[in-house]
């Protein structure tokens, strides 16, 4: 059983920043996919950022130049810096591992006002 645990969000003003990390523990398992998700008020969840099998990474459209997901392989940590921060940014953010059937952390709140 794998844990994630989200730390980093808050309420932040446009405009602003905030970096979220994700550690993740438990039973040995593999890798292939590390990453966040979010889900906004009324909207379905979406992918925001993420590594792939290949080591690339993927964003979404609305966050490219703004978000930066970086990670620490040793100690099994994503990290999503985001940047220049919009009210439409405001959402519950998930870390993943390994993609919509894999595992979620708790989440962690983002607000951001205008």
């Known amino acids: 059983q794998v844990q994630l645990v989200e730390s980093g969000g808050g309420l932040v003003q446009a405009g602003g920043s905030l970096t979220l990390s994700c550690g993740a523990s438990?039973?040995?398992?593999?890798?292939?996919?590390m990453g966040w998700y979010r889900q906004g008020p009324g909207k379905q969840r979406e992918l925001v950022a993420t590594?792939?099998?290949?080591?690339?990474?993927y964003y979404t459209d609305s966050v490219k130049g703004r978000f930066t997901i970086s990670r620490d392989i040793a100690k099994s940590t994503v990290y999503l810096r985001m940047h220049s921060l919009t009210p439409e940014d405001t959402a519950v953010y998930y870390c993943?591992?390994?993609?919509?059937?894999?595992?979620w952390g708790q989440g962690t709140q983002v607000t951001v006002s205008s």
């Open positions: 438990g039973r040995p398992f593999r890798i292939i996919s």
């Open positions: 590594f792939t099998s290949d080591g690339s990474t």
């Open positions: 993943n591992v390994n993609g919509r059937n894999g595992a």
